[in-house]
């Protein structure tokens, strides 16, 4: 690996290559080591954050279509209780997993740049 402030040397003859290769190690060992740092938890909230995104976009198709549908009234109603029932449960439980992941409710609102806010 290359270090960040490593001489450079344009020259067609060899011996001026050879020169400078002796201090280039010298150079590499006063530049700190960079290494990647991983954390799991960060990670795991990542993931969380982005399945949590999806699922209550998911939800809130779901509670959209819901009212297309008890608006048209196509449903019973006990169909209409069961659904609304469902909804409700789903998005208690949805909340609850938010909570468990200690992300907030603007976490889940992901940017989309020019198309704006996801939810």
């Known amino acids: 690996m290359a270090c960040a402030e490593a001489p450079r040397i344009e020259s067609e003859d060899l011996s001026d290559f050879a020169q400078i ?4 190690p010298e150079i590499c060992a006063r530049q700190p080591k960079r290494r990647l740092e ?13 399945v949590l995104t999806l699922v ?7 509670e959209r279509q819901a009212i297309h549908r008890v608006e048209s009234g196509s449903l019973s109603n006990q169909q209409i209780e ?38």
């Open 21 to 24: 290769l002796p201090a280039a």
């Open 56 to 62: 209550k976009l998911l939800h809130e198709v779901l």
């Open 82 to 119: 069961r659904l609304g029932l469902a909804l409700m449960q789903q998005g208690r439980e949805i909340e609850r997993l938010r909570k468990e992941f200690g992300l907030e409710e603007e976490d889940l609102n992901l940017d989309l740049g020019p198309l704006g806010r996801l939810l």
């Open 38 to 50: 991983l954390d799991s938890t960060a990670h795991k909230n990542g993931l969380a954050q982005l």
